[in-house]
């Protein structure tokens, strides 16, 4: 299927970049990862109530449907060695085909086109310069599985901004994950507890899942001076057709669609036909949500608070509108946590078109 595609530069609300930054310090960046999951703090931005995830159950109504992104952190940091001898940080960001991937190389200064490296079985191939530190490589089993010499052999790649530690590396899964493919957590999804989604089940809440593959340029500033000069990334999704029998449902039933997450916002948004309704099928998308948007699919969004110049707060600022400072600069003054292990917010779209 094909993504609806960046959203045209003459369709954008004119905003700066500079109007996306707000002060982040450091003490309010989530060093460590709260236990349980779901006692994690929740702004509702309707009201400014303060109230902890657990407590989803109450603020959701029946008939109301949750969509979680059901995709796989895959454990895509790997130590490798050149044939050189030199050593090379290899981070899989997404598979391009069959045989290539790209990869981000630390150093990357010193690789060059037809470079090679070892990581346990996996040898990898340089195809392509770096080009900021990202190059299309090959990448080799031996005759093994890939993906579980990756799992095997590498690490999650946790956040550059996190100096904590995790007890445990699924911590950095949510527990709806099951496709392998992201370089990131949907972090949103993290706050789920199985008592959590027993409670939103007995309410009469249903949870559907899509996918959509996590890239690290998603966390990246913008760069330049104007949003509308922004070309966002492109990301694989899939709306799985049971998940849009289970928006039809809600529909019907006069439920809300509440998206876990900006990449489900991605998602939902995307995969859209032109009367609005949801389609199943899968692809690229490369949409970019910002202030000026009209949310066609969502009704609400569950998010955690991003960090600043990101396209992730330029969708905060298209769901909340200008008041989205007022609701950060809240959030900082009565200590909430913020980024990947961070706290979260729940945000009720005033309409939907």
Known sequence: ???????PPDTLFPVDVAELDYDLPQAAIAQEAIEPRD???LLVIRTMEDRRFHELDGLLAPGDVLVVNRTRVRAARL????D?????????LRRVDEGRWEAMLRPARRVRVGTRMQAGPICAEVLSAPASGVATIALDAGGTDLEAAIAEFGSYPLPP?????????????TMFAEVVGSAAAPTAGLHFTAPLVDRLAARGVAIASVELEVGLDTFRPMTGEHVAEHTIHRERYVMPPEAVAAIGRARLAGGRVVAVGTTVVRVLETAVDADCL???????????ITPGWT????????TNFHAPRTTLVAMVAAMVGPGWRSVYATALERGYRFLSFGDAMLIELAERS
């Open 84 to 92: 050189t001898g030199g050593s090379v940080e290899l981070l899989v």
């Open 295 to 302: 949310f066609r699919t969502v009704d609400a969004v569950i």
């Open 39 to 41: 006692a994690a703090r």
């Open 161 to 173: 901004y996190f100096h904590g530690h995790l007890r445990d590396p699924e911590r950095y899964q």
């Open 1 to 7: 299927m094909e993504a609806r595609g960046r959203v």
């Open 278 to 288: 949801p389609r199943a099928g899968g692809g690229e998308t490369d949409l970019f």
């Open 79 to 82: 130590a490798a060695v050149k």
